[in-house]
């Protein structure tokens, strides 16, 4: 399946923290036809197994994307059968007014977020950001009927399905980070057409947004000798600084800093550097908001690196990246992984 | 029976760090309702009730919030910090007592006329000492000092201090007095250090390593004037928790529990909590995760010196818990 | 001993870049215990076989300290930068740093006082608006000396002032580490076995500890620490946290752990019986790896010794040469009166 298409099936499923069962069946069916072995945790990890040659002491690898989306949840329904939410992961309210929503209770409900009109509004409210608390979905229907089919921690997604911009780039919510879980299935093909002495595990995790919750887990699982995680970074924007946000054409991004381990960076760089794929570096002086930050210090520590790609408007509807990004990051990975010798172990050591 | 039994736990000493007398009184409601006892290495104290099924966790702390004497001045005011919680609104001119039974009032400097300059740097505890000496003799540095306020009933509301989480202690005690017969391996943990970020429970979860938790603990509620939204009213019957900030319940564990409240005709409301969390916080992220839950009880006033309950939510929830313990349990 | 303070003050090792430090204190310890090695995340661990107990007693002190990082280069040749760590802004105006491995010389100027508007003297100079001085005048020339990732230290040399005062960069946690160090080299032997275990990146989050307690999974863990003593003008006295020169500051609760109060009592007991000078550490402010060390596994018994430090974060922070000392004194004691 193209990368794109993937991409776009994926989008389509609801699965926000803590409900990714049904996103979780579809990677599990998406990983089967390119591993030996997929499993699925209690909380809905997946994982898929790959190797090739099977070698004495060459290294566990644990790859990690998250699963899940931010999204919002049913707090009440008013006596008038307007429904009440929440944020699940970190949601800007500003981008919820007028949102399409689609409302998970016995059934898939569509809906808008409202507030109250504008011309009913004080001048100086006017100006300043709606609150959640004044916000409520309007799913038509009348009370009795949206309490039948809805009750409080029904899941709510936003409507935003992938959508082509100019070029290579595309748009809709969490792509943040499915189009990690994109990365990893790329790179199991890629992988294909590679001879590799590892015993790779591309885990699909939950629960990122809230916490690295499912990295945690799968992580101390696993075990894993080497741990890298797949997450996106700020694309450059207009109103953003620009030291602050990395080109969307430059390839992908490989971080830096104390969540790293440095000569396995280092590797990366110098397997990029080899097959002549751009990437940009970028320095994280504190323990990163990714997977890594919970794999680097599961059980007896797992040396660590993490890429990225590069993404504008991270955590709206309207999350935008660049397809290639995705193929030169599965590209760059994939070679990294084959790069590893039986003597992984002494040049990594401290 | 509740209600004496809540009236003695939530007036025994048990702040934070320092649980012994609370587990000793809760080891003696206990003893006689399970196979065995043991006390872990942090002073968790974990009651076994043995069986062949799956092994449960259910979690209650004992601990409550407190204060804790850091400096004793010349004219022998105490100063102090938190331990767990504590807010400095609900600290203005409360009574506190001492574990050797001294009481003290909490004030603030004198100087500040706006009441939202009052930062705890700027309060103290006042023992009635006549000088720094006396002060001395009466207490230490590193001493504990909890709300001093007594337990009260009216038309079927509990009010005391510690209902966070004596009232979870209290369901957790009588769920093992009532209970007839389960296929599971039951672990009632009574936790430390819950208010200091949940921290007993972590190393609780680690060694037992159960196939699911089960936390019981107080959230707060949402039915008193113009109070933070929040779907969950004393008497709704107990709270079955969606998620906090430290959870999102495993939806497994969420409609087992649902289901069982159903059959059972037992009331129940769902509950999402903005702010605080739970020991479940801690259990679900242990080893490979254990998919786990709580069963809350609504709560007014929470972290003040007068937590509110209601009584019916209290046997509901203990109905609740011996349904769940009772039934299969598939994951 | 002021040789060995001399040594791991000065070298450079902010959180993630712990490299320097290891080496030197792996040269120290190796002639005087059993094993030295580093594990996963770089954490170092001295192993001194007991005569037999089986029980395990581990000592901690963090390697890593405050300092910067270095994120881009400006057309101009100057240096961005973001802090590692926790340090106040405002301690970093006009101060002398040295970047990268090779120590590149740089500074942390700020805009002359003459070319200031008096309303920009009121207000803190923020992090985003400094920049590194390294004497490049194009990002070429400054890009053959660095790079965006090297780390970027305090140049602050050891000084001994004052009344046995001593004014250094990083005695938090140096101090700690170098105390361990001259516990090692009294070649005691214990009847448990004794892990004295050097931790890395405690400053971003205590994250070496948690490995460490994982992986050792002590029976008692005590853990030597720089803290705060702020007996300092401006401060309330009840704010004071510690005073200098009244001996090591026994932790009862901080913002990361409850001492264990058993642990508490021993060492105190074994101050008391010694003579030695000791203080509560009244506050519990701060963190230290003890807080993820408490909690690992089944739990694991844990308290906190601390040497006072004013100005602790900053290129000076001054200790107390006999608070220093005496902190030594006190865990040798408690060690030796241990009977586990």
């Known amino acids: ?350 | 029976m509740m209600k004496e039994l809540l009236k003695k736990l939530t007036e025994v000493y048990g702040p934070s760090g320092n649980e012994e007398v609370i587990r000793d009184v809760i080891r003696q409601e206990i003893e006689g309702f399970v196979d065995e006892m043991r006390v872990d290495t942090l002073g968790n104290l974990i009651a076994i009730r043995r069986g062949r099924g799956k092994k449960v966790m259910l979690a209650a702390h004992m601990d409550q919030i407190g204060f804790m004497v850091t400096h004793i001045d010349e004219k022998g005011f105490l100063r102090f910090t938190r331990v767990g919680g504590i807010s400095v609104g609900n600290s203005i001119n409360r009574r506190v007592i001492f574990k050797n039974g001294v009481t003290g009032v909490i004030s603030y400097e004198g100087e500040i006329t706006d009441i939202r300059d009052i930062k705890f740097e700027r309060m103290y505890i006042d023992i009635g000492a006549s000088g720094q000496q006396q002060a001395e003799s009466m207490v230490s540095i590193g001493d504990v000092a909890v709300y001093h306020s007594t337990f009260s009933e009216n038309s079927g509301r509990y009010v005391g201090k510690a209902m966070d989480d004596r009232a979870g202690c209290a369901l957790l005690i009588e769920t093992a007095k009532r209970l007839q017969s389960s296929p599971h391996e039951i672990y009632f943990v009574f936790t430390v250090q819950e208010e200091l970020g949940v921290r007993g429970a972590k190393t609780a979860a680690y060694a037992l390593d159960p196939d699911i938790g089960i936390a019981v603990d107080v959230t707060l509620t949402g039915d008193t004037p113009k109070s933070r939204p929040m779907a969950v009213k004393l008497g709704g019957g107990p709270a079955i928790k969606v998620r906090d900030v430290s959870m999102l319940a495993h939806p497994r564990v969420r409609s087992l529990m649902v289901s069982r409240a159903q059959e059972a005709g037992i009331p129940y409301q769902m509950e999402i909590l903005e702010t605080g969390g739970t020991d479940a916080g801690a259990i679900h992220l242990t080893r490979e995760g254990i998919p786990s839950g709580v069963l809350s009880i609504p709560c007014r006033y929470v972290h003040s010196d007068s937590e509110m309950v209601d009584a019916s939510d209290m046997e509901n929830g203990v109905k609740l818990m011996l349904h769940i313990l009772e039934g299969e349990i598939e994951i | 001993m002021a040789e060995l303070l001399k040594r791991l003050t000065e070298v450079g090792g902010v959180s993630g870049d712990e490299g320097r430090v290891r080496q030197l204190i792996r040269q120290e310890v190796s002639p005087f215990v059993d094993e030295v090695y580093t594990d996963r995340m770089g954490n170092l661990i001295a192993y001194k076989k007991g005569k037999g107990s089986g029980k395990k007693v581990m000592l901690c002190a963090h390697m890593d300290e405050v300092g910067f990082i270095i994120t881009g280069i400006g057309e101009d040749g100057m240096l961005k930068f973001k802090v590692v760590g926790g340090i106040d802004p405002r301690v970093l105006v006009s101060k002398r740093v040295l970047v990268g491995e090779k120590g590149h010389a740089g500074v942390l100027g700020i805009k002359a006082i003459h070319l200031q508007e008096p309303e920009e003297r009121e207000h803190a100079v923020k992090v985003k608006q400094m920049y590194i001085d390294i004497g490049a005048v194009s990002k070429e020339e400054a890009s053959q000396a660095v790079k965006p990732g090297d780390y970027v230290v305090f140049d602050s040399k050891y000084v001994e002032f004052g009344d046995n005062k001593v004014k250094a960069k990083a005695l938090d946690d140096r101090a700690g580490c170098a105390a361990i160090i001259e516990l090692i080299k009294q070649e005691q032997r214990y009847g448990f076995d004794l892990y004295a275990c050097f931790s890395v990146q405690e400053e971003v989050g205590l994250r070496g500890a948690e490995v460490l307690g994982y992986s050792i999974n002590p029976d008692i863990a005590i853990v030597v620490e720089g803290t705060t003593c702020s007996d300092v003008p401006g401060v309330d006295e009840h704010l004071y946290t510690t005073l200098m020169g009244k001996g090591p500051a026994i932790t009862i609760m901080d913002g990361s752990s409850y001492a264990n109060k058993e642990l508490v009592g021993m060492l105190v007991n074994t101050a008391k019986n010694e003579g030695i000078p000791f203080q509560f550490k009244k506050g519990a402010s701060g963190g230290n790896d003890a807080g993820r060390i408490h909690l690992a596994r089944k739990g694991v018994k844990a308290a906190t010794v601390s040497i006072p430090c004013r100005y602790i974060h900053s290129p000076s922070s001054v200790m107390d040469l006999d608070d220093y000392k005496n902190t030594i004194t006190l865990i040798s004691a408690f060690l030796k009166g241990c009977e586990l």
């Open chain 1, 1 to 350: 399946m193209e990368i794109k298409d993937f991409l776009a099936q994926l989008m389509a499923i609801p699965g926000i923290s803590g409900n990714e069962e049904a996103v979780a069946r579809v990677i599990s069916r998406a990983f089967e036809p390119y591993c030996q072995e997929v499993r699925t945790d209690r909380f809905y990890n997946v994982y898929g197994r790959k190797v090739d040659f099977i070698k004495e002491g060459m290294p566990r690898i644990m790859v990690a994307a998250h699963m899940d989306e931010i999204g919002l949840m049913v707090s009440d329904i008013d006596e008038r059968g307007f429904i009440r939410f929440t944020t699940v992961g970190g949601v800007d309210p500003r981008i919820l007014l007028a949102q399409e929503v689609e409302v998970h209770g016995k059934r898939k409900l569509f809906g808008v977020i409202g507030a109250k009109p504008p011309h009913l509004q004080r001048p100086e409210d006017a100006r300043k950001a709606i609150r959640i608390k004044d916000m409520a979905i309007d799913v038509g229907l009348p009370y009795e009927r949206v309490k039948e089919l809805v009750s409080i921690g029904d899941a709510i997604t936003f409507v935003s399905p992938l959508m082509d911009l100019k070029g290579q780039m595309v748009s809709g919510k969490s792509l943040d980070d499915r189009a990690g879980v994109a990365v990893l299935l790329e790179t199991m093909k890629e992988l294909d057409a590679l001879r590799f002495a590892a015993d790779v595990f591309f885990v699909a995790t939950v629960q990122e947004e809230v916490g690295v919750r499912g990295a945690t887990i799968s992580a101390y699982r696993l075990e894993p000798d080497i741990g890298v995680a797949i997450d996106v970074t700020h694309g450059d924007m207009p109103d953003a600084p620009r030291d602050e946000t990395f080109s969307m054409n430059k390839g992908p991004v490989i971080a830096v800093g104390p969540n790293m381990h440095p000569k396995l960076t280092q590797k990366l760089m110098d397997v990029a550097r080899e097959y002549g794929m751009d990437y940009m570096v970028e320095v994280e002086p504190r323990p990163t908001g990714t997977d890594a930050r919970a794999i680097q210090i599961s059980r007896r520590g797992v040396p660590t690196i993490l890429i990225e790609i590069p993404l504008r408007y991270m955590h709206t509807t309207v999350e935008t990246l660049n397809l290639n990004t995705v193929k030169q990051a599965a590209r760059l990975l994939a070679r990294f992984i084959a790069s590893l010798k039986e003597d992984w172990d002494e040049w990594l050591s401290y």
